[in-house]
C-alpha cells in the first residue's frame, strides 16, 4: 500500500509545529508552560543520528538548538511559577545535549538552589567550571558565578 503524507507521523513536523505554538505565547502565559513542555516532549533526539552528510548535521543542531531554546523557556516559567523540580527534569536532560550552555547552567543551578541541595549546586558548579576551561578556556559568566555566591552564601 502507498503510504500518504496525512498518514506518516513525523515526529520532527510535530515537534517544530508545537514549538511554534509554545514559542508565539507570551511569557507568564498559564497555557505557555503546558505548550513547551508538549513540544519538548516531541522532540525525538539527534535528527537522522546515523547520517553525517552535512545538510544532515546543519539540520540536526538547528533541531537541537531550538530544542535547548525551549528547555531553558520551560525553566524559566517552571521557575516563575515555583516548580523547581520540573525546570531540573528538563534541564538535565538538555545538558546531555550541550553541557556548556550557561543559560541552562544557570537555570539548573537555580533550580538546585530553590530545592535547597546546596551540595548539588557546588558540585555542578565545580564540574561546570572545570569542563568550561578545559573546553574553552574561560570561567562562567559573572551572572553564574554571582548566583552561586547567594547560593553557598
Known sequence: SIVT????DYDVEKFE??????ERLPSGDPRRLFALTEA??????PFLSDTDSPWV???RRSLELRYLD???SLSVEALMRD???RALEVLRRALEIDPLRDDINYRL???????????????HYQKYSRELRQELGID???ATRELYDRLIG
Do not use: C, F, H, W
Not at 17 to 22: L, N, R
Not at 109 to 120: H, I
Open 5 to 8: 503524507g496525512s498518514d506518516l
Open 17 to 22: 509545529k508545537t514549538a511554534m505554538i509554545a
Open 40 to 45: 519538548i516532549n516531541n522532540y525525538g533526539g
Open 57 to 59: 548535521e546543519s539540520r
Open 70 to 72: 525551549l528547555v531553558a
Open 83 to 85: 516548580q523547581p523540580e
Open 109 to 123: 543551578m537555580e533550580a538546585l538552589g530553590r530545592l535547597g541541595r546546596v551540595r548539588e549546586v557546588v558540585s
Open 140 to 142: 562562567p559568566p559573572t
